[in-house]
C-alpha cells in the first residue's frame, strides 16, 4: 500500500523533529554535565571527581592553562567549569605550587582575613574560604619543591616554605570540595618530590568558622580582658564593630575584627601551635629579639613563647586603611601597634599555658 504525500511529510516533520530535540538534549548533557569528559586535570595531578566537587555548581568542567615539567613536581593549572544554566554562573580556580615566606598565612595581604578560615583539623596544616586556601607541604618537601613563574621553574631557595595553594578567580568554590583537591594535588606534588607523609592520604575535617557577631569593646575577639588600647581607637574613624573567629582546629585560633568609620579599618589575630609554622617564623630571625628569662623571642608583630605544651607562634596583621588612620593621627605609630599585640598576647597565653612576658619596651 503506498504511503500518501500528506503521511510522507507527517513522517518526515517527526524525524526531523526528533533529530532536533536530540540535538539540543546532546548540546544541553555537553556544556551543562561532565558526561564523557577528561578524567583527570593538571597532568594527572587532580580527578575530574574532586575538581566537581571544588566547583560544586550545574556545569562542565574542564582544564585551561597548564604548566609543568617532566619528572618535576611543580605546576601551575587552571580548571573551569562553564555552564549555561539559566542563574549558574562560570567558576574558575587556579591550583599551583608555591614558596612562601616565613608563617605566611598570618602575615600578608595575600593570605588575609584568618578568622574567616575554615582550617583542617587533621596533621595536615591548610585552610579554605569559598574564594581560595593552601596546604603547607611537609616540611622534608620544603627544600624540594619549588614553583613556576612565566615560563620558568624556579626551585626552591632553602628558606621558604612549600604549598599548594588555590585561588578561585571566578565565582566561589565549595570549601570542602576545595580542601579535598587541595589535599589530593598535594599528595600527588609531594610523592613526585619523595617526600610524601601519610598525613596527606587524609581527606581533611574542616574546623570552620563562627559566624560574625558584634564585637564587645572589653572581651574583644572573645578574649577575657582583651581590648584596644585607647590610642588604637579613634572616634568616627576607626571603632570596633564586628568580628569573626575560628577557633575548633585543634593548633590554630584566629580572629578579625572590622572596625566601624570612615576608615575602612581592620585587623587580625592569629595563634599557632602548628610545629612547621612555628619553625617557619623562626627560620626568619630578623628582628627577634630574645625575652626575659627565656620565655620566647619577639618583634614587632610576632612572637614566639615557650608554653606548656610547646612553643606558640602569636601574629597581628593590620589593613593598609587602619595604619594610614593610625599615621594621621599619631606620631608613633609602632607604639599603638606594639601595645595592641601586647595586650593580644597577654590575653591570648592563657589559650595555651604560656608564661606571662612583657613585649614592649620602655
Not at 142 to 164: E, H, Y
Not at 270 to 282: E, F
Not at 333 to 357: E, I, Q
Amino acid at each position: 500500500m503506498a504511503t500518501s504525500p500528506r503521511r510522507k511529510k507527517t513522517l518526515l516533520i517527526t524525524a526531523g523533529t526528533l533529530v532536533s530535540v536530540s540535538a539540543l538534549v546532546s548540546a544541553h548533557v555537553w556544556q551543562n554535565t561532565n558526561l564523557m569528559g577528561s578524567e583527570s586535570f593538571c597532568d594527572q595531578r587532580v580527578g575530574s571527581a574532586d575538581a566537581q566537587a571544588a566547583l560544586n555548581s550545574s556545569g562542565r568542567v574542564s582544564e585551561g592553562r597548564v604548566q609543568s615539567s617532566p619528572d618535576k613536581p611543580e605546576f601551575t593549572c587552571v580548571i573551569e567549569r562553564t555552564s549555561r544554566m539559566p542563574g549558574h554562573g562560570d567558576q574558575q580556580v587556579t591550583l599551583k605550587t608555591a614558596n612562601e615566606n616565613g608563617p605566611f598565612p598570618y602575615t600578608t595581604h595575600v593570605w588575609k582575613n584568618p578568622g574567616a578560615r575554615s582550617y583542617f583539623k587533621g596533621e595536615t596544616n591548610g585552610a579554605v574560604t569559598p574564594t581560595g586556601g593552601y596546604v603547607v607541604l611537609p616540611k622534608s618537601c620544603w627544600s624540594k619543591v619549588g614553583n613556576i613563574q612565566g615560563a620558568l621553574t624556579v626551585p626552591p631557595d632553602g628558606d621558604s616554605v612549600s604549598a599548594v595553594e588555590a585561588t578561585v578567580t571566578k565565582g566561589q568554590a565549595d570549601p570542602e570540595g576545595l580542601a579535598r583537591l587541595l589535599t589530593r594535588a598535594a599528595r600527588r606534588v609531594a610523592a613526585d618530590a619523595g617526600c610524601a607523609t601519610p598525613a596527606l592520604k587524609e581527606s581533611p575535617e574542616l574546623a570552620a568558622p563562627d559566624d560574625v557577631r558584634t564585637a564587645d569593646v572589653g572581651k574583644v575577639c572573645g578574649l577575657p580582658d582583651f581590648s584596644l588600647p585607647d590610642d588604637a581607637v579613634i572616634t568616627g574613624v576607626a571603632e570596633p564593630d564586628q568580628e569573626q573567629i575560628s577557633k575548633d582546629a585543634k593548633d590554630v585560633w584566629a580572629c578579625d575584627l572590622t572596625l566601624a568609620g570612615s576608615a575602612g579599618a581592620a585587623v587580625s589575630f592569629a595563634a599557632t601551635s602548628d610545629r612547621d609554622m612555628v619553625d617557619a617564623a623562626l627560620q626568619d630571625t630578623y628582628g627577634f629579639r630574645e625575652l626575659p628569662n627565656g620565655h620566647g623571642v619577639t618583634s614587632f608583630d610576632q612572637a614566639v613563647l615557650h608554653c606548656a605544651e610547646g612553643d606558640v607562634y602569636f601574629a597581628v596583621h593590620w589593613n593598609n586603611e587602619y595604619t594610614g588612620a593610625l599615621s594621621d593621627r599619631h606620631d608613633r605609630v609602632s607604639k599603638v601597634r606594639g601595645n595592641t599585640f601586647a595586650a593580644f598576647v597577654a590575653s591570648a597565653a592563657d589559650l595555651y599555658s604560656c608564661p606571662d612576658v612583657t613585649l614592649t619596651e620602655s
